[in-house]
């Protein structure tokens, strides 16, 4: 049994084989501008309304490859000052790596606070 998040991470090749497939994403084909039943141009708040045409398959990452990614950017955050029981703020899309940081965060045990780049200025 695990007390944390970071034990789990820590732990993860010994739960599952390094083979099995963990985290997948699919990549955007295109963009395009959302419009209402007359065709017009939809907006919210000022902002022309966006959607992501995204492609029909994944592409996988593996217990042992995200178990690999996790460790590096874990490394790179402890190398660039974070450590166990800091407060780090992600201001990005979700996205895959959005998704890796935040397990390397906790396996480091730090707090993660997010941001979202679609909130606006106010």
């Not at 695990?2 to 994403?25: F, H, P, W």
Request: aromatic share 8%; charged share 25%.
């Amino acid at each position: 049994q695990y007390n944390s998040y970071a034990e789990v991470l820590k732990n993860l090749k010994n739960i599952y084989d390094s083979n099995r497939l963990m985290l997948g994403k699919r990549d955007v084909i295109r963009e395009t501008v959302e419009t209402d039943i007359n065709g017009n141009v939809i907006k919210v708040d000022g902002k022309v309304l966006r959607k992501f045409v995204l492609s029909d398959s994944y592409k996988w990452l593996t217990v042992g490859e995200v178990v690999q990614r996790v460790d590096n950017i874990a490394k790179g955050l402890m190398r660039s000052g974070v450590k166990s029981g800091d407060n780090v703020i992600i201001w990005a899309d979700t996205r895959l790596e959005w998704t890796l940081c935040s397990l390397a965060l906790m396996k480091i045990n730090a707090t993660l606070a997010t941001l979202y780049s679609t909130l606006g200025n106010s």
